[in-house]
């Protein structure tokens, strides 16, 4: 089977390189589901202090425990668990007086979710910025799969966070060279990127084992529409 995280060195050596230097950082991550986001971040974090957070759709409340939750694990702190509140500020407040300078990354994976939830949070998290950590030595991504809601909303000229210094990743399919690089035979290369596309997602359920046909009849969570429109 292919890896489940393949190559992104180019992508992992910029977030090295950001992450080494001094201060504060954010970073927005973005691009197309099933591009690989996720495991991109989840690669970037082993080994480091830091926390990740995946945002849901059900509401406020829901986001706002599951944040406590991570930041006990995070400070090993209990009184998180206890917090009476209902403020993302509020709770950046306690959290950076326990980090004090230690270099710490936060990642909010499916960010979009929460800002579908309340557009407004975008304004608190530019004052989370601004005002809890400009000093510290943490590094907040924020990562999401709505373009939309990325290009336009968190950093497009409009947005509350625009004109800050932000470095943003859009995260891309991978080209045929990387197919090309694991497969190794060109024409096997050739038809397991025309049919299985240059989406890492698609490409874990290839068994280069099997013959191609066999990896399609094998592998029913691939859209139909992927395999037939290339046939």
């Known amino acids: 089977m292919i890896p489940k995280f393949i190559n992104?060195?180019?992508?992992?050596?910029?977030?090295?390189?950001?992450?080494?230097?001094k201060g504060f950082?954010?970073?927005?991550?973005?691009?197309?589901r099933r591009v690989g986001k996720t495991e991109l971040l989840k690669h970037f974090l082993e080994n480091k202090n830091g926390t990740y957070i995946l945002a849901t759709d059900?509401?406020?409340?829901?986001?706002?425990?599951?944040?406590?939750n991570k930041f006990y694990e995070l400070t090993k702190k209990?009184?998180?668990?206890?917090l009476e509140l209902?403020?993302?500020?509020?709770?950046?407040?306690?959290?950076?007086?326990?980090?004090?300078?230690?270099?710490?990354?936060?990642?909010?994976?499916?960010?979009?979710?929460?800002?579908?939830l309340n557009k407004g949070l975008l304004s608190t998290f530019q004052k989370i910025a601004d005002e809890l950590l400009k000093n510290s030595e943490i590094m907040l991504v924020l990562c999401g799969s709505?373009?939309?809601?990325?290009?336009?909303?968190?950093?497009g000229y409009k947005s509350p966070l625009y004109g800050r210094d932000i470095s943003s990743w859009k995260l891309m399919p991978?080209?045929?060279?990387?197919?090309?690089?694991i497969v190794n035979k060109i024409n096997d290369s050739m038809k397991v990127y025309f049919i299985f596309g240059g989406i890492p997602y698609y490409l874990g359920f290839y068994n280069e084992k099997d013959e191609l046909f066999a990896n399609i009849n094998n592998n029913q969570n691939i859209p139909s529409y992927v395999i037939f429109h290339t046939l």
Not at 25 to 32: E, M
Not at 78 to 82: A, N, R, W
Not at 87 to 116: A, C, G, P
């Open 8 to 21: 992104r060195k180019q992508e992992l050596g910029f977030l090295e390189r950001l992450y080494e230097k």
């Open 25 to 32: 950082k954010l970073f927005i991550l973005y691009g197309r």
């Open 58 to 68: 059900e509401n406020l409340e829901e986001n706002i425990k599951e944040f406590k």
């Open 78 to 82: 209990d009184y998180f668990l206890k």
């Open 86 to 116: 209902s403020s993302f500020y509020d709770l950046f407040k306690y959290l950076i007086e326990e980090l004090k300078n230690k270099k710490t990354i936060i990642v909010i994976d499916e960010f979009s979710y929460l800002l579908n």
């Open 146 to 155: 709505s373009l939309s809601i990325m290009e336009n909303d968190v950093i």
């Open 174 to 181: 991978f080209d045929f060279n990387i197919v090309y690089g």
